[in-house]
C-alpha cells in the first residue's frame, strides 16, 4: 500500500510540474499578444488621426467648390 501512495505522490508531484510550466508559457503568450495588440491599437490610433485630418482637408474642398463653384467658372471664363 505504501509503494502505490509513494507512486501516486511522485505521479501527482510530476502533473503539478507539468501544469505549473504550461501555466507559465500561457501567460508569457498572453502577455505576447497583449504588447502586439497594443502596438497595433497605437497605429490605428495614428493613422485615425492622419485620415481625419486628410477627409476634413478634402471635405473642405468639396465644400467650397460646391458653394463657390459658379464664382470659380466665371472668374476663369472672363
Do not use: C, N, W
Not at 500561457?26 to 502577455?31: R, V
Not at 499578444?33 to 485615425?48: A, G, M, P, Q
Not at 485630418?53 to 473642405?60: D, F, K, P, Q, T
Amino acid at each position: 500500500m505504501g509503494d502505490i501512495d509513494v507512486e501516486l505522490h511522485e505521479r501527482i508531484a510530476r502533473l503539478e510540474t507539468k501544469i505549473d510550466t504550461h501555466i507559465e508559457d500561457e501567460e508569457e503568450t498572453l502577455a505576447s499578444v497583449v504588447r502586439k495588440l497594443d502596438r497595433i491599437e497605437l497605429e490605428f490610433s495614428r493613422y485615425r488621426g492622419v485620415v481625419g485630418g486628410i477627409l476634413i482637408a478634402v471635405s473642405a474642398i468639396v465644400t467650397a467648390i460646391k458653394m463657390f463653384g459658379a464664382s470659380f467658372v466665371e472668374l476663369f471664363t472672363k
